[in-house]
């Protein structure tokens, strides 16, 4: 299984401040089949990057999505009040489909 | 526009079976893969697995011994089956779609099931 480790566990940031999340992958994930979510509280994930760096239909282009690889990085350069919320990667190069633990990202 | 509806039983005790179906508007139901996740109460996301319109399935190993994911195509919807649970399979359970070579772009509006004598 292809184990992904996000880091931070939480980010404390402010609105307009510049957002930097990481994800690692214990292999190489197969066709940058590596993809971002936001999940806000009670919601389910919204699709924000797949294939690393495209965004999904509706993304802003604060969200810029990164890496190759075993090294993905996920990058909001302007918080928005909207964005403070908990970040996924998956990738789904092969099964299972692992998910990152996440990143909060708070003010 | 694309919707996933879920339902099915939010309590169960334990060693019963939790079993939710996930129907599929405004969709083909080929060319994709239907996926089940799941979430316990405040933690991260699990992958429990997925399948495809012809039932071709991909399952968690950490989950494969109890689970079990099927389609009814002509209906439109999909299913999960998980035996035997625990109190540890509390958790708030999505159904989700996957474009075969994409990520997952829709997902129902979650179902909590909670495991408790």
């Known amino acids: 299984d292809i184990v992904l480790t996000q880091s931070p566990d939480t980010l404390s940031l402010s609105p307009g401040e510049r957002a930097t999340l990481s994800c690692r992958a214990s292999q190489s994930v197969s066709g940058s089949y590596l993809a971002w979510y936001q999940q806000r509280p009670g919601q389910a994930p919204r699709l924000l990057i797949y294939y690393a760096s495209s965004r999904a239909t509706g993304i802003p282009d604060r969200f810029i999505g990164s890496g190759s690889g075993t090294d993905f990085t996920l990058t909001i350069t302007r918080l928005a009040p909207e964005d403070f919320a908990v970040y996924y990667c998956q990738q789904f190069g092969s099964s299972p489909r692992t998910f990152g633990q996440g990143t909060k990202v708070e003010i | 526009q694309v919707q996933l509806q879920q339902w099915g039983a939010g309590l169960l005790k334990p060693w019963e079976t939790l079993s939710l179906t996930c129907a599929v508007y405004g969709e083909s139901f080929s060319g994709h893969y239907w996926n089940w996740i799941r979430q316990p109460p405040g933690k991260g996301l699990e992958w429990i697995g997925e399948?495809?319109?012809?039932?071709?399935?991909n399952y968690n190993p950490s989950l494969k011994s109890r689970v079990t994911i099927s389609v009814d195509t002509p209906k439109n919807q999909f299913s999960l089956k998980l035996n035997s649970v625990t109190a540890a399979d509390t958790a708030v359970y999505f159904c989700?779609?996957?474009?075969?070579?994409?990520?997952?772009?829709?997902w129902g509006q979650g179902t909590l099931v909670t495991v408790s004598s």
């Open positions: 989700a779609r996957r474009p075969r070579t994409l990520a997952i772009d829709y």
């Open positions: 399948i495809n319109h012809r039932g071709s399935i």
